[in-house]
C-alpha cells in the first residue's frame, strides 16, 4: 500500500468543523439551563468570591430590560465594566452599603443605563437580579468579605427572585436617594417585568407631572383570565403591607 499525507487545510478544515460541533453541543445544553424553559427551578451554591463576582457578572450580562442590585462599594466595582456594557435602554437600579464615595459615585453617573442610586447604611444582603428572572443572593456579612469562606445562592426561579426584589424594594423606597436620572417623554416606553418598580416609576412620573399611559400584562384573580389593558394609571400606594396603583381602562370600564 502508498500512503500519502492529507494536504494540511483539510486536516484544519476536519478539526475545525469537529470543534464546531462540540461547540454547538455544549451552547444548546447550556441554552436550555439558562435561557430556556423557565419554569424548571434550579438552584445552587457559588463558593469564594471570585466565583460570586464571576455568576453575577453572567447574570448582569443578560438583563434586557431591568436590572437590580444591591452591593457594597468593593465588589460593585469589580462590576462596573459589565454594567457599563448594558444597552443603555435597560433601567439599573442600585442599591450600595454601607457607603458610597464621590470616586464611585461619580462613575455611576457616568453608565448610561443606572437610573437611580441609593445608599443604604446597614447593608441589607447581596443582591443581583436581571429582568426579575433570576438572582444572586448572599448574606452582607458574606459580601463585606467578614467570612472566611464566602458563599452565595444563585437562583434560576422567577418565584424565589420576586420574593428577593419584594425585600429589596421595601428597603429601597424607605432609604436616600444620592441619583437619579429622571425620565422625559422621549424615554417611554418603559418595560418592567418587576411589578414593584413598575409601579415606583409611575410614582416618580407622576410627582414630575408626566402624562403617562400604562399597559399591563397579566391575569384576572377574579376569572383567572388572561388581561392585557391601557389606561390611565391614578392613585399609588406604597407601605409595607401593599404596593399597587389604580388602573383607569381607555375603553371607560371600572378602575382595576
Known sequence: KVYAPIGMGVIMEMIENEVLKRKQAVVK????????????????????????????????????????????????????????????????????????????????????????????????????????????????????????????????????????????????????????RDFKSSSYPLVFNSHRFATWEILKAKEAKLDIEVRVKGYSTESNEEVDVVGTPLNVTMNNYVVNFELLPNNGDKVL
Open 29 to 180: 445544553a447550556l441554552t436550555s439551563l439558562t435561557r430556556g424553559d423557565r419554569t424548571r427551578n434550579l438552584l445552587w451554591v457559588t463558593r469564594g468570591i471570585d466565583n460570586i463576582i464571576y455568576n453575577s457578572a453572567s447574570l448582569i450580562q443578560e438583563a434586557t430590560s431591568e436590572l437590580y442590585v444591591s452591593a457594597p462599594p468593593v465588589l460593585l466595582s469589580r462590576m462596573l465594566k459589565h454594567i457599563g456594557n448594558l444597552d443603555p435602554r435597560v433601567k439599573t437600579y442600585i442599591l450600595v452599603y454601607p457607603s458610597l464615595d464621590d470616586e464611585l459615585l461619580s462613575r455611576l453617573k457616568s453608565i448610561k443605563s443606572v437610573v437611580e442610586v441609593k445608599v443604604y447604611k446597614l447593608g441589607p444582603f447581596y443582591f443581583i437580579s436581571p429582568n426579575a428572572e433570576s438572582c444572586i443572593f448572599a448574606p452582607s456579612k458574606v459580601s463585606l468579605l467578614k467570612e472566611a469562606e464566602p458563599y452565595g445562592y444563585v437562583f434560576r426561579d422567577r418565584i424565589m427572585t420576586l420574593q428577593f426584589i419584594h425585600g429589596f424594594f421595601d428597603m429601597w423606597r424607605q432609604v436616600q436617594t444620592v441619583y437619579r
